[in-house]
Structures are given as C-alpha cells and as structure tokens.
C-alpha cells in the first residue's frame, strides 16, 4: 500500500524510542556469571567485614599493657597462620608467632612485624623485640563494612571488583535486570541459507547473522533467527508468535513501499506507530511501532542500513533493557578525508577514526551506498555529513558515533 510517509530526524526518532516504556524484568543469577550486569536491588553487608581481628603484617601479637620498655624479651607460646584461630589469652610478656591475615588473639593489641625482632640464641620459645611500632598493625571487626552497611547499590553495574566484594560476603546469587529476549525475523524471497547453492537473482542472507551478532555482542539474547518468504500471512503469523515471545522484535527488509514490502503495511496499521520514515540516509526507511506491548524495529533489507540504524536505534534499546546506558559514543570530531556529496538528507557514512590528543580524526571508509557491505568488517564509526546544498569542508567538525567492539 502506498501512503505518505512523514520523516522525521535522527534525534527525533531517537527521542522516540527512548521514550518508549520498556519492561523492567529482573532474574536471578550465579554471581560468577553477572559481571557488567546491573543490580536491581541494593546488597547490603550480611555480616561485618572484617569479621575477626586481622593481622595485617606476618610478626609477634603482644598485648597493650606489654608495649614498653624496648628492647624485650618475650615468650612465644604459640603460632597462628592465616586460616587458624588462637583459643587461649596471652599473658604477661608472652607473644604468638602470626602471620597477614591471621586471627588475632581477642586480648593482643599489636602486632610486632618480624623485621622488629631478633631470635634469641639457644631459645626458642623465646623471640627479642627490638622496638615497638607505631600503628597496631590490626585491621579492627567492621573497620570496613558494619553489618547492614550497603555494599553495592541497586542501578550499578556489577564490575569484577564489585563481584569481588560480593563473594568476600559469601554471596552466591544476585538479583539484575534481565537481557532482553531478542527475535530476528530476515524477509525476502529472495534470501538463501548460506549452504544452499547460490540461484540467479538470489542472495544469501547476510542480514540474518548480522543482527544476530550485533544482538548478542551488545547484550541482548537471540531466541529465534527466522528466515521468511516474503507472504503477508506467513509474516503475520510469525510476528504475532514472536512478539508474544520476547522483550524486542527486528525485522529486517520489506520495510518500503514495495509491492512485497509486507512489514511496511504491518506498521501502517500497529498499535503505535513511532516512525516510518527518517530524514538520514541511508536508513531512510527504518520504522519503529509498538503492537501487542512489544516493540518491533523493522531495518532496511541493505546491508550498510541495516548496519547503521542497528547501532544508532537498536543498540541503545538494548542497553536500556538492561539499565545500562548506550555504549555507542557520540562524540564531535574532525572530518579527516574530503567528502564531496551533498545530500537532502543527513549522511551517514561508515568510518573509521584515530584519536590523538583527546581529538577525534575520522575518515569515510568506502562506499555510502546504502545497499554495499564492503565496509562492515572494517568500519570503526559512523559519521553524520548533515543535510545540505554545499560539500562539506575538509575538517569540518562533524558528529561521529564510535562504535563498541568487544
Ligand atoms: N519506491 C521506493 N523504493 C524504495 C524506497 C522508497 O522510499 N520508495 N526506499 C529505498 C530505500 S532508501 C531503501 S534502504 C530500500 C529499503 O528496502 P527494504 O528495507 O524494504 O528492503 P528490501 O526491499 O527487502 O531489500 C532491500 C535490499 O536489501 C537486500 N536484502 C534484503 N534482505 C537482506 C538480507 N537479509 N541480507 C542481505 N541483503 C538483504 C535486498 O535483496 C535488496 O537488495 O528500499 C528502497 N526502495
Ligand atoms: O533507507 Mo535507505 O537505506 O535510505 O538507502
């Protein structure tokens, strides 16, 4: 069906989506498996930390009331490593051998580093302290966390420090919010499985496992990749499945006007539609619409479209599901290369850049054509020419997103 289309910005557009309420589910998970993900409840300290008197240097524990009139002689009457405790009280001028991160014993006040002391000839349970120290070199119960202190809060991002942390409490398991459950759907009937031989007018399709990895390598979990003829009903069907099935649902292809541009017609008549049609090129014809609570990105069938409205709309959706922030940096820089074209529409061209000095230089990296691929393994960045009558200036200051690789 052909209707007017009404375009509308990239910032627009994502200003859209940003808007767009998104579940907040959260799961359980093994602390061992949550690094990056985000708390979505407060931890606070079961118990205090450090939870007895550690000895923070290997050396001879003494009591207060011994700690004068060095150089002396103590008895040693016992050793305690790191991992023992020492049941019994020290008494007058008596002293145990103790090493980092041992128990101190509950009536001992500091600890005498070994450098401090001499061995005593022909004695051995005895040991000489040369001087006394300054500091008790006894790291005191709670000095770092009371119990019920928070640990870390709820909306962080867990790093491996922070796992750290929480496995000093013993804990196990962590509530987070959840990655988003992710189905691609590739339309087009003339889309090939990669170990089908290829036919004349066909291509493989390369979008599928394009999207796929992009999901995944920014956090989201693909659930289905399904590869459609282009059919209306089979479309319907499958979407219907799919949205009742997950948290976001891409499409990709048939996203025009065109006579099988199936997708187009179903975003015509969803629920909400956010946009079908952008000022950017290329891109132009990315939609976004929400159906049955679920929203759906339908991207360009073209590889260099897919590609790019990928990491300026689908990424920062799947970073929110997570409470994480977009990792695409948008960032000003310089436009290194001359770019000659003039465009109706902001270009986006696929780049690459270098940084020195805290300044970005980036360089358009091949075609800006919508429908060329050649320049996905290589392109570091995306760039925004913005609309306009006259070339771009040679290092004219331009937008750029830099891309997160993993
Ligand atoms: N009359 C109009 N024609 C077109 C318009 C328009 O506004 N009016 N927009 C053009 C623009 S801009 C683009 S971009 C494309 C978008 O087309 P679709 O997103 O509907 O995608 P298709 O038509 O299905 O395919 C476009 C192109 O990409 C190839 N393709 C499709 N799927 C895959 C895949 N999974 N892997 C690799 N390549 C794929 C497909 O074979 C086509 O070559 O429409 C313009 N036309
Ligand atoms: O949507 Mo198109 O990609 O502007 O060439």
Redesign the pocket.
Same mark, same amino acid.
């Not at 061209?349 to 990296?365: C, D, G, K, W």
């Not at 070339?391 to 750029?400: C, F, S």
């Given at each position: 069906m052909l209707t007017r289309?009404f375009p509308i910005s990239i910032q627009e557009a994502q200003q859209k989506l940003a808007e767009v309420s998104l579940p907040s589910k959260v799961e359980t998970i093994p602390v061992q498996t949550a690094n990056h993900r985000v708390l979505a409840d407060t931890i606070v300290a079961p118990f205090a930390y450090p939870h007895f008197r550690r000895s923070g240097y290997d050396g001879y524990a003494i009591r207060s009331s011994d700690d004068h009139d060095f150089p002396k002689t103590f008895k040693v009457v016992g050793d305690i490593p790191a991992g023992a405790t020492f049941e019994r009280e020290l008494g007058e001028n008596e002293t145990v051998r103790i090493m980092t991160g041992a128990f101190v014993p509950t009536n001992a006040g500091k600890v005498i580093m070994l450098e401090q002391t001499r061995s005593v000839e022909n004695k051995p349970n005895q040991v000489k302290m040369v001087v006394t120290e300054k500091h008790s070199n006894i790291t005191e119960i709670g000095s770092e966390f009371q119990e019920g202190d928070d640990l870390i809060l709820k909306n962080t991002e867990l790093t491996p420090g922070g796992l750290a942390i929480l496995t000093a409490f013993g804990i196990q398991e962590v509530t987070v919010y959840r990655q988003p459950r992710v189905a691609v759907i590739?339309?087009?009937t003339?889309?090939m499985a990669p170990d089908e031989p290829l036919q004349a007018g066909k291509?493989?399709? %390369?979008? @599928?496992l394009?999207i796929a990895n992009l999901v995944r390598e920014n956090g989201g979990i693909v659930t289905q990749e399904s590869?459609l003829v282009d059919d209306a009903d089979l479309l319907a069907s499958t979407l219907q499945k799919a949205m009742a099935e997950n948290d976001l649902v891409i499409t990709?292809?048939?996203? %025009?006007? @065109?006579d099988?541009?199936f997708?187009?017609d179903t975003a015509r008549t969803a629920d909400t539609l956010l946009f079908n049609?952008l000022k950017m090129?290329?891109?132009?014809?990315t939609t976004a619409f929400v159906q049955d609570k679920t929203l759906v990105m339908?991207?360009?069938?073209?590889?260099g479209?897919?590609f790019t409205a990928f990491y300026l709309f689908v990424e920062p959706l799947l970073q929110r599901f997570m409470h994480h922030s977009s990792k695409v940096k948008r960032v000003t820089a310089t436009l290194a290369a001359p770019y000659h074209k003039t465009n109706g529409y902001d270009r986006i061209l696929r780049s690459t850049y270098q940084e020195s000095n805290q300044e970005i230089a980036v360089f358009p990296n091949g075609s800006d054509q919508?429908?060329a691929?050649g320049n996905l393994q290589t392109t570091t960045c995306l760039v925004e020419i913005p609309h306009s009558t006259n070339p771009i200036a040679l290092n004219a200051k331009v937008t750029a997103w830099l891309l997160p690789f993993k």
């Amino acid at each position: 069906m052909l209707t007017r289309r009404f375009p509308i910005s990239i910032q627009e557009a994502q200003q859209k989506l940003a808007e767009v309420s998104l579940p907040s589910k959260v799961e359980t998970i093994p602390v061992q498996t949550a690094n990056h993900r985000v708390l979505a409840d407060t931890i606070v300290a079961p118990f205090a930390y450090p939870h007895f008197r550690r000895s923070g240097y290997d050396g001879y524990a003494i009591r207060s009331s011994d700690d004068h009139d060095f150089p002396k002689t103590f008895k040693v009457v016992g050793d305690i490593p790191a991992g023992a405790t020492f049941e019994r009280e020290l008494g007058e001028n008596e002293t145990v051998r103790i090493m980092t991160g041992a128990f101190v014993p509950t009536n001992a006040g500091k600890v005498i580093m070994l450098e401090q002391t001499r061995s005593v000839e022909n004695k051995p349970n005895q040991v000489k302290m040369v001087v006394t120290e300054k500091h008790s070199n006894i790291t005191e119960i709670g000095s770092e966390f009371q119990e019920g202190d928070d640990l870390i809060l709820k909306n962080t991002e867990l790093t491996p420090g922070g796992l750290a942390i929480l496995t000093a409490f013993g804990i196990q398991e962590v509530t987070v919010y959840r990655q988003p459950r992710v189905a691609v759907i590739t339309t087009g009937t003339e889309l090939m499985a990669p170990d089908e031989p290829l036919q004349a007018g066909k291509i493989y399709n %390369s979008n @599928g496992l394009l999207i796929a990895n992009l999901v995944r390598e920014n956090g989201g979990i693909v659930t289905q990749e399904s590869q459609l003829v282009d059919d209306a009903d089979l479309l319907a069907s499958t979407l219907q499945k799919a949205m009742a099935e997950n948290d976001l649902v891409i499409t990709d292809g048939g996203v %025009s006007v @065109g006579d099988f541009d199936f997708i187009g017609d179903t975003a015509r008549t969803a629920d909400t539609l956010l946009f079908n049609k952008l000022k950017m090129r290329p891109g132009s014809v990315t939609t976004a619409f929400v159906q049955d609570k679920t929203l759906v990105m339908a991207l360009s069938g073209n590889p260099g479209a897919c590609f790019t409205a990928f990491y300026l709309f689908v990424e920062p959706l799947l970073q929110r599901f997570m409470h994480h922030s977009s990792k695409v940096k948008r960032v000003t820089a310089t436009l290194a290369a001359p770019y000659h074209k003039t465009n109706g529409y902001d270009r986006i061209l696929r780049s690459t850049y270098q940084e020195s000095n805290q300044e970005i230089a980036v360089f358009p990296n091949g075609s800006d054509q919508s429908g060329a691929l050649g320049n996905l393994q290589t392109t570091t960045c995306l760039v925004e020419i913005p609309h306009s009558t006259n070339p771009i200036a040679l290092n004219a200051k331009v937008t750029a997103w830099l891309l997160p690789f993993k």
